[in-house]
């Protein structure tokens, strides 16, 4: 893009607009956009100033740039790709070395979005702004009238714009996409009337906790904690001790510590890797790692790993091989608890249905897809139902937008909490868990990890609610649940040489670290609390690992473990997936064998 297309662009002159019009240049090179392109932003940025169109200042082009990269970020969030920066691109074409490449872990996101450049079409069509102004004062005049009741909620909105018009009626088509095991049969028929389950918490929930309140040394010390912790999954033999690695030494050595970058800023990758010590074994330092003789290897920020190498020098290690820690022990079985089990289900499989939010879709609040899924299983009649949230979300549009003049605890009461209690009375052999999500605006922990949802305050009565994340066990079988996107922002900041399956490798990191959110720093869209750290620990070996993402959604076997991605039940416009269990026998004392007993289905909703 040429300085003198832009001057024309703008109406400027070169002379004296130089500085201004180097960084317009700059705009359309980062962003890609073209000379039109820019204008269209640029009025549709002083628009919404209020002050009208206005001639555009240094100052003013820079506060554009900071909301072109944030509209980037968050589109990148919803796994879109227009306007992508020049840079990002020249970023990813150099990451080709290391293997890494977004794009295949396909972003499990629809492909429209409506609202997608929004501002540029406002500004081109001239009867817009009118619209806005209506829509504003329908908002407005919202805003004061009487609180309006849930039952009038599609009806009251429909003024309101396209995105939040009546519903569209759906209907379910619950076709499967992918099985495991599909050699394995259904349940069947049995007495849907008696409860065929029994359901322990492995790990008691997570209590309330003032959050935003950490200190500096309390979370040093956490991080140490980690290290010395997972040290004895990496050298259990004993065959070596460690040694601070930030020290010369001639001979191989063996340390431990955490993977970060030398920067604050920008991604990892093989030139800038560092190994952080533990204060106890080299007073927190870090070392720079030479990895050019490692043939495999998948790292990212956070993750502790054992090294071995030598630092002739004191300033880098040459690593000869990097050691993962080992899975964590399985879960204890007795006898009497596996007699109980075979009692409970007469020898017959149990069904369990797992879905993950959100439940309604973004141009509405009527929650169908949530509808549809309980019709689904009125007719299945599952031995368990568990829903993640979010169940009232933060992003939905409506929210967003500032549309509606309803109370979201009242939306969640009318939407979610009523045709819950209703489907428990009509099938009293199905149990119910919810669990939250930290989008969640009917929850007062926007953080990670979260207490579970107060079940007098909601009327979520026959509901049993689990706190975020959770370890359950249901006749026998472990179920290790951690409602937040940790494999997108693992896959954004992993760097890997290394050519297994990506998807089944970020669910090993998970298990591997012990932890359902091994990333540090955390992302900038999660909220993690450290001295929490503990009840975000995988203490025990699961049987089956649910964490939801935009990810592709996926059934993944990581060493002897079910690694599921069961998608999301509504997709902004569209509806999504859940996943079917059907869980055959009851373990042995001593191995779960859960690959060989259970069938697992993806439905499409």
Known sequence: ?????????????????????????????????????????????????????????????????????????????????????????????KSN???????????????????????????QDKGSVTATKATTNTTEALRVSEPMDVNELSSSTQSQGPSLSKATPIKAVNSVEDTYNNNLSLRGPVDTKTKRTKIDLIRP????????????????????????????????????????????NQEQILAVGRICSDAAEGKLNDKSVMLETSRDLGMGKRVRLDLTKVDNYSLFPG??????????TGKTLVVDKILMPQMPPALERTADSIDEYNQLTQGKAIEIILAAGPYTLDNDLAYQPLEELLKTCIKQRPDVLILLGPFVSEQHPSFINGSIDVVPEDIFQERVANKLSKFVQECPGTRVMIL???????????????????TQSFGLSNIETLSNPALVNINGTTFAIGNIDINKNLSREEIAKSNDDRLARLSGHILQQHSFYPLFPAALTDSIDAEQIADIQIP???DILIMPSQLKRSIKSVEQVLCINPGQLSRKQATGSYVRFTIHGTPDVVESKILERARVDLIKL
């Open 1 to 93: 893009m040429s300085e003198h297309q832009l001057a024309q662009t703008f109406n400027l002159d070169e002379k004296k607009n130089n500085d201004l019009i180097i960084e317009l240049a700059s705009l359309c090179r980062i962003y890609n956009l073209s000379a039109q392109d820019v204008k269209f932003k640029w009025e549709a940025f002083s628009l919404n100033l209020g002050t009208g169109v206005v001639a555009p200042t240094i100052e003013l082009i820079r506060q554009l740039k900071t909301n072109l990269q944030r509209e980037f970020e968050q589109n990148l969030q919803q796994g879109g790709t227009d306007h992508q920066p020049q840079q990002q691109n020249d970023r990813k074409v």
């Open 97 to 123: 070395n290391m293997g890494f490449d977004l794009s295949e872990y396909t972003m499990d996101t629809d492909d429209g979005d409506v609202l997608e450049n929004f501002m540029s079409r406002l500004v």
């Open 205 to 248: 929930s997570v209590k309330e906790y003032r959050y935003m309140f950490e200190k500096i040394k309390d979370r040093a010390d956490v991080l140490d904690e980690q290290i010395e912790y997972l040290s004895e999954f990496l050298n259990k033999e004993k065959e070596q001790e460690f040694t601070n690695p930030t020290r010369p």
């Open 303 to 312: 993750q502790i790993v054992g090294v071995k190498g030598t630092n002739n």
């Open 436 to 454: 939250p999500h930290a989008d969640d605006i009917i929850h007062q922990y926007p953080v990670f990890p979260q207490p579970k949802l107060p």
């Open 540 to 542: 025990i070996k699961p």
